[in-house]
């Protein structure tokens, strides 16, 4: 089983609403998404202006268990690699793990 359909059309729409639209041409907020996992990411145009791809910097990551039908959240250390956010428990409300990414106060996610 998949990341739940419902579930990723709220993380789009949280990233959309992550993204403001007077900077929208130089920062977005973005989802990528497998089978299990949503990564939270902010990507940014080439630094010298030019029209090649934007770079995506990962935020953080929801992780799907279908066995549970619960999200679990996960930050990115210097090395790229995620490691489970113990602060906040696994949850069956995807909403809860968003939140905490964009007001828990904690420089772990946005610096």
Not at 2 to 24: F, G, M, N, Y
């Amino acid at each position: 089983m998949s990341v739940p359909e419902l579930d990723l059309q709220r993380i789009k729409k949280w990233c959309v609403a992550e993204t403001s639209p007077l900077h929208a041409d130089e920062l977005r907020v973005e989802a990528d998404v497998t089978a299990t996992a949503v990564t939270i990411v902010e990507t940014r145009p080439p630094w010298d202006g030019s029209a090649g791809e934007w770079t995506r910097f990962p935020i953080a990551r929801l992780r799907y268990t279908a066995t549970t039908r619960q999200w679990t959240l996960y930050w990115r250390d210097r090395h790229l690699r995620f490691h489970r956010y113990d602060r906040v428990p696994a949850t069956r409300h995807v909403q809860e793990l968003l939140d905490v990414v964009a007001d828990s106060g904690d420089p772990i996610f946005w610096g």
